[in-house]
């Protein structure tokens, strides 16, 4: 059976203009463009950047938590303990890529 983390850098890494490459602090940075969507740290926890409002409403409705160092960011973090979890956490990349694609092309049109 394949690994859990390697399955979701496999998947998140696929999307088109979708970017892999070795976190600072360890694991796999995910980017579109030069925005960073955000990142695994093996295949127990997820980072992922958002705007403020966003990450408030993922924690809220349970989606996500607070970003296990910087709480107050627009950051969130979510633990992976299973398949569900995973299939959670390529959502949650889902949602921050086309949040980015959005970004580029409002950025691309001025």
Known sequence: MEDIGAMIERE???WEGVTTHVHRFGGTEFRLGRRAL???HGARWADLRFERGVRDMLVETGRAQ?????PETGWVSRRIRDEA???E???LF???YERARVAENVR???
């Open 108 to 110: 691309s049109a001025r």
């Open 94 to 96: 889902r949602l921050s």
């Open 12 to 14: 998140v890494g696929s």
């Open 85 to 87: 979890d995973a299939a």
């Open 89 to 91: 956490v390529i959502e």
């Open 66 to 70: 607070p970003h296990h160092v910087l």
């Open 38 to 40: 955000g990142h695994l």
